[in-house]
């Protein structure tokens, strides 16, 4: 029996990894959870009534009391309660939450000894030096959640990373892949949200059709597997069959196929170096008839570009990139900007940025917020 805690339970990946546990209790048990909001309070009564966590942690207190009226559990909350959580009696802590507030409990997880399944790649983009050094210091496995970086690391099975050549990262293009720049002119936040391929939560489904996502899982893939970012290639593959592949130096290719389903990778990082059955609509290769590949323009797909380059700057780059990224989502998702505004917001925030040279977590998270503040003030 497994023991798992999951911070961001109430989110697209969040509930999916409740469903993994849910379809497998023998072999996983859910130990801890954090939500958000009071709008996830209904959400939260369920998922304790099912599955009988030991504690739930909610940003507001004032939400965690309305649950316990309904419900008899031990909580915590604010961003002591994700602490609480990621430090709760578990052996994998399911980290779901969306944006760099998953870094310090990710970081008193592995501190704690506990395996890290991750699919909250803004942890690993804006510290991940940090995060890399304290898995191997404390010996800890850094699972991915991430459907493509769970391809590769399921292709490197076996095999040695020196003999790796390069990375191909997939990407479906997102909901505005057809569209030219000129047209990406006064997209509406509805279009925007309309991802041709998975369901997903707002901000990510966001950062697909910007391709900032890509930009953020080249970072999160040169930090899982030491790659050097010359030698990770994104491939526009609009079928999301082919979730990512491997080129080694002997110049085979190893591919990982799949439905664009997240309970595969999920189930993967739960029961790691196990597989364990699925049942689910299995991928139809007759029905899927032809696999394509293209190129991905870079000028098309700036934010590509400007986080492989914070990728290469490296330093507080990355941090910039992120914290500037988020909080350009969150204005548009508030509809306060266009949706090119994102792209120029990070544009600015790199170029006014005076890096800091190997930043310790402290000066990340405050340059995090001071970003994100900044931003936000300058647009609201
Ligand atoms: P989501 O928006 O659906 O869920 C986010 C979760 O985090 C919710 O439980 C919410 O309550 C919680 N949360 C949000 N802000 C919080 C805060 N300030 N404090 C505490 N909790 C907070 O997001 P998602 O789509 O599930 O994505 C989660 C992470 O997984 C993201 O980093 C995303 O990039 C990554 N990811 C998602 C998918 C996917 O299919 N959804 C695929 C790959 C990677
Ligand atoms: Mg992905």
């Known amino acids: ?15 999916q990894t409740l469903d993994v546990i849910r379809n497998h209790p023998d072999k996983f048990e859910l130990v801890a959870f954090s939500a958000g909001f009071s709008n996830e309070i209904e959400q939260v009564i369920e998922i304790i009534n099912e599955f009988k966590p030991a504690m739930f942690s909610m940003i507001n207190q004032s939400d965690c009391l309305k649950v316990l009226a309904e419900t008899n559990c031990k909580y915590s909350y604010g961003s002591e309660g994700l602490i609480e959580v990621a430090l709760s009696e ?7 939450v969306v944006g760099s507030v998953g870094l310090i409990p990710t970081c008193e997880a592995i501190k704690n000894g506990t395996d890290i399944a991750l699919a909250n790649k803004e942890t690993l983009v804006t510290a991940g030096d940090i995060v890399m050094n304290l898995v191997k210091e404390h010996n800890v496995k850094l699972l991915p959640v991430d459907s493509e970086h769970s391809a590769i690391f399921q292709c490197l099975q076996g095999e040695d990373l020196k003999s790796v050549s390069k990375l191909l990262i997939t990407a479906s293009g997102g909901s505005f892949r057809d569209l030219t720049r000129e047209e990406l002119k006064g997209v509406t936040k509805a279009q925007a949200l309309a991802h041709p391929n998975w369901s997903m939560g707002a901000k990510i489904t966001i950062d697909s059709a910007s391709m900032m996502n890509k930009g953020l899982e080249v970072i999160e893939a040169h930090h899982l597997f030491g790659i050097d970012y010359d030698d990770i290639e994104v491939l526009l593959h609009r079928q999301s069959v082919v979730h990512s592949m491997v080129e080694f130096n002997d110049l085979s290719i190893i591919a990982h196929l799949g439905s664009a389903d997240m309970r595969i990778p999920i189930q993967y ?6 597989r364990l059955p699925f049942n689910s609509k299995r991928l139809n290769l007759k029905e899927v008839k032809s696999i394509t590949f293209e190129e991905l323009s870079l000028e098309r797909y700036p934010c590509l570009a400007y986080a492989i380059e914070a990728g290469k700057t490296g330093h507080t780059m990355p941090t910039v990139l992120n914290a500037s990224n ?8 508030n509809d306060k900007i266009e949706f090119l505004d994102i ?12 890096l800091i040279k190997n930043p310790t977590l402290a000066q990340i998270t405050k340059l995090d917020q001071e970003i994100k503040e900044i931003v936000i003030r300058r647009y609201s």
């Open 269 to 274: 990082a739960l029961s790691y170096d196990k």
């Open 343 to 354: 792209e120029n917001i990070v544009r600015e925030q790199m170029d006014n940025h005076h």
């Open 90 to 96: 578990c052996d994998t802590l399911v980290n779901a």
């Open 326 to 333: 988020e909080a350009a989502v969150s204005l548009f998702l």
């Open 1 to 15: 029996m497994k023991k798992i805690s999951i911070l961001g339970a109430t989110g697209s990946i969040g509930l």
